[in-house]
Every structure is written in structure tokens, then in C-alpha cells.
């Protein structure tokens, strides 16, 4: 439409809304203003009338309808193609196709001391000084259907491929229960469960290393949790998995081979988590867990050990609330049966991390395990299963972490490692740690 016609038309509106409200003015206030108003009653019927109605010419009217007509012919946005979901084919190969996530990690690192001499001991640690290629993550997760979920984890290194989880887990069971079944990480303790790329630190903790081994403890198996009906957030948890493996299961099976004869021969694990809401910027996570199995000395030994796991962290409620502060610790006790003894030793760390903006973190750890003692509470020098570790062992570390973005990070760690049983003199190390992820991944959990 063009401008000259908004203008015509607008001054003729204008003059008509002029006219009438002027007429029903003075008819309001006739009583108290007769004589001006005289003319309001004859005034407000000739404005009503149809003839008093602004008129248009008929070669202005055509030009609007024609200018309406080249409006009506414009679109206003370019056509867009319809969604994929739209397409029956489309929508019916997508359900196939997972959420797959790739995750590298690499470092680079400097050990004092003896050369080739391990004192790291996590499946994916770096233990010389040199580069390290840690391990290649695939994440897979989907949706099988309304009743079950699908996810898994493959990790590859320089020497083979692992399957590390591979489980189902259920969506609809009734009383808020929940299976999962398959090859997965046992959730005994808070940091068990959790990958590399969601810890704090380039290595891993030696407490769960020299407890379960180098992978963590996982296996084949089945878990029940329970989300409990009260005020607060608590799941139980309980798991029958395979008591095997020499990197999954060290204070177990190992490496060894036996047969089942009853439920007892699994590894049986019982877990407890509980979440407090301080307040809207504080929150507490506690749990208490406790594994049993059979050990590999025979004569039905078993292993006992417990674990108690504490996380506190402050979240501001503000614009700024990717920066936190969180302090965590877990502490284990374990029992072993041996021939003739029953040895028990105690390991712990602790760790504080400070998100003290977007992109930076800073954090400490401090861990520290006990030499094996027998029944009468002596150390003793016949621990089967670590007959190095004879005394107290305690590491301190620190790091700090660049994170470009969600997908990328950046890590400097030192650390000093006192282990008087295996070296006699502590071991420094410094390693700088990247990690580059891409695709779409779970988040982990609180």
C-alpha cells in the first residue's frame, strides 16, 4: 500500500473520530453548557449516518486493492522445507540411531626418582616420564522403548579395546524401582562409579586402586535400587556382580577361575545414598556402602569392606552459578580371611575443588592408606596380596584446570608421593593433562 493512500486515509479517519467525539462531548455536558451544545444532538446523528462516512475515490479504492494484492503475493519468509520428523522414513531410522559421544584424553609427564619405577597405579595413569595416551572413550546411550535404556562405554588404548559398561537398565518398573543388567561399574563408594573425564585429577585415587585394581570395581551382573518414599532424597542399592577380575576385583577372585556353587560366590554389594538441600546454594551428599566376595586363598575366605562417602558444595543462586566450591572424602576399612589370620588395613582421601570462574578451577587431594595389621593388631609382613606395603602411604596432590568450554580442558598437576615400602624416597611428579570431547553425552551424576 502506498504511503500517499496511508495518508489520506488517516487524515479522514482523523477528522471523523474529531467530529463525533466533539458532538458527544457537548451533549454530555448540555446541562452545564446549553447554549455551545446546541448543535450536539443534530451533529452526533449526521455523524452516525453512512453518508457522512469518509469516502474514497474509485481510482484511489483501486489502487489499494491493487497494492493490497502485491502484499498478499510477498511472503514473508522464505519457504522452509518440512521437518524431518514430518517424513515417516526419517523419523522411523532416527529412533536407531544412539547418542554416541568420543572423549580423548592425553598427558604429558615428569617422575622423579627411578627410572621405569611404577608408583601410579590406575588402568589409565600416567607412570613414566613421557607422553601418555590415556584412553579414547565411546559413550553410546538410547532409548530402546518405554520400558528400557541402552548404554555403554568402549574404551580404546594403544594395545586393544575394552568394554568398560555395557548395561540396561529398566524405565517403568513400579514402587520407583530400577533394574540395570549387563557389565557395569559398581556404585559402592561416590567415586567407583564415575570415568576419567569426570574426575578432578589427571590419575586415579590409589585408595580404590589398590581395594578393586586398576579399572575399578565392575563386572558382570545385576543391580536393584530403590528410590525411598521420604521427605528427602534416598536409594538403596544393591548388586550381585562376578567376585573376578585382576584389575576389577583384586580383593576378590583376581585373576583366578571358580566355579558357583551358591549366591555367596558373587560379589555382593549394598549401597545407601542419601541428598540433603541445605539451603538453595548449599547441598550434602552422604552414603554408606559395604561389598562382601570370596577371596582367592580358598577355604572360604571372604573380603569385607566398607566405605563411608561425604560431598558438600556451595552453588550460588546468581548469574555466576558456573563457579562452586565442593569439599569430598571417602574413607574404606577392609577385612581379608587369610589362612591362620584376618588382615585389615584402612584407606582415605580427601579433596577440595574451588570453580573460582568460568573457565578455572583449582583443586587439592589428600590420600593416605595404612600398612596391613593381623589379628593382634600387629603389621605384618604375610599380606598375600600387597607384600610391599608395609607401612603408611600418603600422596598429596594439587591441580589446576583451564576450561576453554564445555568440550575441552586443560590440566596442570603436581604431586608429592611418600610410599617408604616400595621407594624410600618420595616421589615428585608433574603432568599436564587434555582432554577434547565431541557428541552428545549424559550428564554425570550429582
Known amino acids: 500500500m502506498t504511503r500517499l493512500i496511508r495518508r489520506r486515509l488517516q487524515a479522514r479517519a482523523a477528522t471523523f473520530v474529531a467530529s463525533v467525539s466533539l458532538a458527544a462531548f457537548c451533549f454530555l455536558f448540555s446541562s ?119 548404554d555403554a562405554n568402549l574404551v580404546f588404548s594403544q594395545f586393544g579395546v575394552e568394554v568398560e559398561e555395557a548395561y540396561a537398565t529398566s524405565l517403568a518398573l513400579p514402587f520407583s524401582l530400577q533394574i540395570r543388567a549387563g557389565q557395569l561399574l559398581t556404585r559402592f563408594g561416590r567415586l567407583n562409579a564415575s570415568h576419567p573425564h569426570s574426575w578432578e585429577f589427571a590419575d586415579q585415587n590409589f585408595a580404590l586402586t589398590r581395594l578393586f585394581g586398576a579399572e575399578g570395581n565392575r563386572g558382570l551382573g545385576l543391580e536393584l535400587s530403590w528410590l525411598m518414599p521420604l521427605p528427602w532424597f534416598t536409594e538403596i542399592i544393591v548388586s550381585a556382580t562376578d567376585a573376578t577380575g585382576a584389575a576389577t576385583a583384586r580383593s576378590f577372585l583376581g585373576a583366578g577361575e571358580f566355579d558357583i556353587d551358591s549366591p555367596l560366590d558373587f560379589q555382593l554389594t549394598a549401597a545407601l545414598k542419601q541428598f540433603f ?143 617408604p615400602s616400595i621407594t624410600p624416597d618420595p616421589i615428585w611428579s608433574v603432568i599436564l593433562a587434555a582432554e577434547f570431547f565431541v557428541g552428545a553425552h549424559a550428564a554425570h551424576a550429582f
Open 277 to 419: 538441600p541445605i539451603t538453595d546454594a548449599l547441598s550434602l551428599n552422604l552414603g554408606l556402602s559395604a561389598v562382601t566376595g570370596p577371596n582367592s586363598t580358598g577355604n572360604g575366605n571372604r573380603t569385607d569392606i566398607y566405605g563411608l562417602d561425604f560431598y558438600l558444595r556451595y552453588r550460588p543462586v546468581t548469574g555466576a552459578a558456573l563457579r562452586w566450591i565442593a569439599l569430598q572424602a571417602e574413607v574404606f576399612w577392609r577385612r581379608r580371611q587369610i589362612p591362620d589370620d584376618l588382615l585389615q588395613d584402612v584407606n582415605a582421601y580427601a579433596q577440595l575443588v574451588w570453580r573460582f570462574a568460568d573457565r578455572w578451577s583449582v583443586a587439592a587431594r589428600y590420600e593416605w592408606g595404612s600398612a596391613a595389621t593381623g589379628i593382634d593388631g600387629e603389621h605384618t609382613s604375610l599380606d598375600w596380596l600387597d607384600p610391599e606395603w608395609t607401612r603408611d602411604r600418603q600422596r598429596v596432590s594439587a591441580a589446576a584446570t583451564f576450561h576453554p568450554s564445555e568440550f575441552s580442558r586443560l590440566r596442570l598437576q603436581g604431586a608429592r608421593d611418600h610410599a
Open 32 to 150: 452545564l453548557i446549553p447554549a455551545p451544545c446546541a448543535w450536539a444532538e443534530s451533529e452526533i446523528e449526521s455523524a452516525a449516518s453512512p453518508e457522512s462516512l469518509p469516502t474514497i475515490a474509485p481510482d484511489e479504492l483501486a489502487e489499494i486493492e491493487r497494492a493490497l494484492g502485491q502484499d498478499s503475493a510477498k511472503p514473508n519468509h522464505p519457504p522452509q522445507p518440512p521437518p524431518a520428523s514430518a517424513n515417516p522414513v526419517v523419523a522411523a531410522l532416527s529412533n536407531f540411531n544412539p547418542d554416541l559421544a568420543v572423549i580423548l584424553d592425553v598427558a604429558a609427564g615428569w617422575f622423579s626418582g627411578e627410572t621405569g619405577k611404577p608408583i601410579t597405579s590406575g588402568g589409565h595413569d600416567p607412570k613414566k616420564t613421557g607422553f601418555t595416551f590415556q584412553q579414547l572413550e565411546l559413550s553410546i546411550g538410547k532409548a530402546v522403548d518405554p520400558y528400557f535404556r541402552f
